[in-house]
């Protein structure tokens, strides 16, 4: 089994071939890339398109086991696939959380049914409530690639500091999510304008970047390893840029909706946009465009949050926080961040590659074809119905994007072409 891919514009930044280029996959690897490649028993027309790394995200959460209403691993996956991704890493705050062996095997057995790769992110202490750490080690054996509490902070510094070196241990990192609940308080969307004339109570940036600088300043006295999840504050990335001109290793990620929306669209109480960290002002949203541009943040992620209707269409304060991301981050990106698709595919792929140390995020001869191709110039109006992910919860419904994902491609096969195969 031949694929060839025709015509389309290769953007390879992390591999040394690119441009005006055919790709030839045999057997789920890239057998060459180049000109008058030969025959093929299946060809894809490219013309005009883009040749992608196939995209990964880092942070995304699909539900299984427990929250099946949700959104469950294949679901989840082929929303995925849709949205031009070729692996995920699923957060661990699945019911029973992901803090051990056996809910580790389920998924990964799940997994193989699935419509990408899936490397998943362990917890880091048990029953993410911050007082024992996990059995790293084993969960590392079974393919977990980082550990993570995502969904809620590991508010002891020294559970920190332990989680981050007994990670260390194990080739792996801790992926922080920074809120210092103290801070937080009863807060459900951004301290500010828009939170005093809703009435509603606030989150300060301070909650964020407090913790930030906590476990930038553990990271860099002991030489770990740190990765911050979903930056949304100028402060939180001026804290990043500074750590990362002192050599300290530090990585981190933004989602989509950060550079995307701002807390007016809270308006009207409107809970698709309630989202932990919130959405910021239109200042952040600046930084984190910025911050996106010039290197301090180093990957896109989704942070997928998929939810049932019933628990958004509530009051604000009691609505569940999280946006629904696949199918839409690549669009978002071309259309608030960039047109300059080197950066995209360092952020969609090429970044996140190296952050979880997986293979990827380069298309080489020799090398699993995981590829993603993608239109630049089309633009479309975003529908509730058109999202195929369980979870519609997201506030761009309505908006005008542009760029969209035509194809994608996991080990040589075809799993979107404008429709999941
Ligand atoms: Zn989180």
């Known amino acids: 089994m031949t694929l060839k891919i025709c015509g389309g514009e290769i953007v390879n930044p992390a591999g040394d071939k690119s441009g005006k280029l055919d790709i030839l996959i045999e057997d789920g690897r890239i057998k060459a890339i180049g000109k008058d490649l030969g025959e093929a028993s299946q060809t894809i027309d490219a013309g005009g398109k883009m040749i992608f790394p196939g995209f990964i995200d880092i942070h995304c959460h699909l539900r299984e086991p427990g929250q099946e209403y949700k959104e469950d691993i294949i679901s989840g996956?082929?929303?995925?696939?849709?949205?031009?991704?070729?692996?995920?890493?699923?957060?661990?705050?699945?019911?029973?959380?992901?803090?051990?062996?056996?809910?580790?095997?389920?998924?990964?057995?799940?997994?193989?049914?699935?419509?990408?790769?899936?490397?998943?992110?362990?917890?880091?202490?048990?029953?993410?409530?911050?007082?024992?750490?996990?059995?790293?080690?084993?969960?590392?054996a079974m393919g977990c690639v980082a550990f993570s509490d995502d969904g809620r902070p590991i508010e002891n510094g020294a559970m920190m500091r332990t989680a981050m070196q007994y990670a260390a241990t194990y080739g792996a990192f801790i992926m922080a999510h920074e809120e210092c609940l103290d801070l937080k308080g009863k807060g459900v969307m951004n301290e500010g304008y828009y939170s005093t004339i809703l009435g509603l109570p606030g989150i300060p940036r301070a909650a964020e970047e407090a913790m930030i600088a906590r476990d930038i300043i553990l990271a860099e006295s002991y030489g770990l390893r740190v990765?911050?999840?979903?930056?949304?504050?100028?402060?939180?990335?001026?804290?990043?840029?500074?750590?990362?001109?002192r050599g300290v290793k530090v990585t981190s990620?933004?989602?989509?909706?950060?550079?995307?929306?701002?807390?007016?669209?809270?308006?009207?109480?409107?809970?698709r946009a309630k989202v932990n960290p919130p959405l910021r002002?239109?200042?952040?949203?600046?930084?984190v465009k910025q911050?996106?541009?010039?290197?301090t943040i180093d990957a896109i992620a989704t942070d997928h949050a998929p939810h049932h209707r019933d628990e958004k269409n509530i009051e604000f304060a009691l609505a569940a926080s999280g946006i629904s991301g696949f199918e839409t981050a690549f669009s978002l990106a071309v259309t608030n961040l960039t047109d300059d698709a080197g950066l995209l595919a360092?952020?969609?792929?090429?970044?996140?590659?190296?952050?979880?140390?997986?293979?990827?995020?380069?298309?080489k001869e020799g090398a699993a074809a995981d590829i993603t191709i993608a239109d630049m110039n089309i633009e479309y109006i975003l529908k509730e119905e058109d999202?195929?992910?369980?979870?519609?919860?997201?506030?761009?419904?309505?908006?005008?994007?542009?760029?969209?994902?035509?194809?994608t491609i996991v080990d040589g096969k075809l799993v979107f072409d404008g429709e999941i195969l």
């Open 387 to 407: 999202i195929i992910s369980k979870g519609k919860n997201t506030p761009f419904i309505g908006q005008k994007l542009k760029g969209v994902v035509t194809q």
């Open 291 to 295: 911050g996106l541009l010039d290197g």
């Open 227 to 245: 990765h911050i999840q979903h930056v949304s504050t100028r402060g939180g990335i001026e804290i990043i840029r500074a750590a990362k001109k």
């Open 346 to 363: 360092r952020l969609f792929a090429a970044n996140p590659a190296n952050i979880i140390g997986k293979p990827g995020g380069v298309l």
């Open 77 to 140: 996956t082929k929303a995925a696939a849709r949205g031009g991704y070729t692996a995920v890493c699923p957060m661990p705050n699945t019911s029973p959380v992901m803090d051990n062996a056996a809910v580790c095997a389920l998924v990964m057995e799940r997994a193989k049914q699935a419509y990408t790769k899936v490397y998943p992110v362990g917890a880091a202490t048990a029953g993410l409530m911050g007082k024992e750490l996990t059995e790293m080690g084993e969960l590392a």
């Open 253 to 271: 990620e933004t989602a989509p909706h950060y550079f995307s929306g701002d807390d007016s669209l809270c308006r009207g109480y409107d809970a």
């Open 281 to 287: 002002t239109c200042d952040d949203v600046e930084a």
